[in-house]
């Protein structure tokens, strides 16, 4: 039974690759559980059209599918550079220039942020990915800053700019931000992740800003500055502030060394499961796919230890949004999935769940042992807020969660959490039970071999609000 199901899940970026209904559909049917829709690209139209394909898809298969509006943050650009090149030698000294609006040629180029306010001379400074190497040597104006060339190198048009050591005082919420958050709180999106976090204080601000919009959408940060992650304490306040983390290691491993990231993802991975928050691990997964039918070995070992770690997801990034093999890329992550969790244990934490679910923690654990000590095929959890279900995923069950709620977000949430299969139904005292015989009687539910029916423990609560879970069922189907 539980080797039909992937407990950890995919998050896939959509984009230009997948531009179609037809596209959109199959990646869901291939394994999607959530979609990524990346706001550093592309116009409001277009996402009214990938929302609306995400959606119907999710409703022709029958369950819930997350929508994440990933917001730009103060990703820092170049403008637009002569023929689209720049070539740059050691000891060059570049002036990039907020005011400037055309490149000529030269040694000043316009970048989309002005640095001259935030950066101390002295301070690094790397472009296009780390592939050239700078630091800053004079605050030029108001509006532009001097930077001296390390190494031999070009850079492009709109190539980013990283900054490591830069304080950017909480300001990383742009005016392009607060517009896409507007928009997004229309679109009723399930996630909002915010990049570059540096502090807690950041989670702060964008949930006052969510909820002053009316959003009830759940926070991701996304862990990708040096200064996010300079100290375990550092980054545990993060993850309490915030609903979930996407360990984000392109940019952390231009920020912070490629050398950190490993050991950065595991222990955001363990915190994440210590506090019963939501983490996804992203980023370059499984980059070769882009241009290649095959994952590499070391690819899938990437995503088989992020399985064992015990994240709740995994996402594809240019993979899906613009390689050449969207759809089989998933069904290679998928197979690394359902392999790994059925061949390795998850990695087992130091500390237990501490997550602040109240009497769900408990009844959660209880839940988890009674079924792996019976033998339950699954795990059946009636959910109005989604905690329960989420408190139980914090225990990384080794069988499938089925969730049933009558509340469409909740579902969408619940459907990048480990383990869990949500679904909407109108609410009733036996709806778990309810859903449980009809998943098995469309044979999404399957008997094992030499068994008569389905053995499930059902978690349910005797009204449909938030704090209801006060009743443990084992049940035959």
Sequence with gaps: MSKLFKRTKILATV?????????????????????????SHGEYTERDQQIEWIRKAAAKKGRSVAIVQDLQGPKIRLGEIRDNRLDLHTGDQLVLDHALTEHDGGMSVPVQYNLADKVKVGEPLSMFDGKVKSHVVEIVSKTAIK?????????MSHKGLNLPDTDFGGDIITEKDMADIEFGASRDFDYVALSFVQSAEDINKLRQILLSHGSTAKIIAKIETKKAIESDEAMEAIVKATDAIMVARGDMAVEAGAEVVPIVQRKLIAMCREHGKLCIVATQ?????????????????DVANAVIQGADAVMLSDETANGRYPVETVRAMKKVILYTQNHSHVSP???????DYKNYDAISSGVVQMAE???????VCQTASGATAAAIAAQRPKLPIVTVTSNPRVAGQLALIYANSAFVRP??????LDLAQELKDNGYLQVEEGHSDILAVIISGHKDTAGGTDTIKIARI
């Design 15 to 39: 984009g230009p690759a997948v531009f179609s209904e037809e596209k959109i559909e199959e990646l869901i049917m291939a394994g999607v559980n959530g979609c990524r829709l990346n706001f």
């Design 147 to 155: 930077v001296e060339i390390e190494n031999d190198g070009f850079v």
């Design 285 to 301: 997964m499984m980059g070769s796919m882009v241009e290649n039918p095959e994952p590499t070995r070391a690819e899938v070992s």
């Design 349 to 355: 934490i130091n500390h237990e769940v501490t997550g």
């Design 373 to 379: 000590k019976i033998g339950a095929d699954v795990i």
């Design 427 to 432: 609410y009733s005292e036996t709806y778990g």
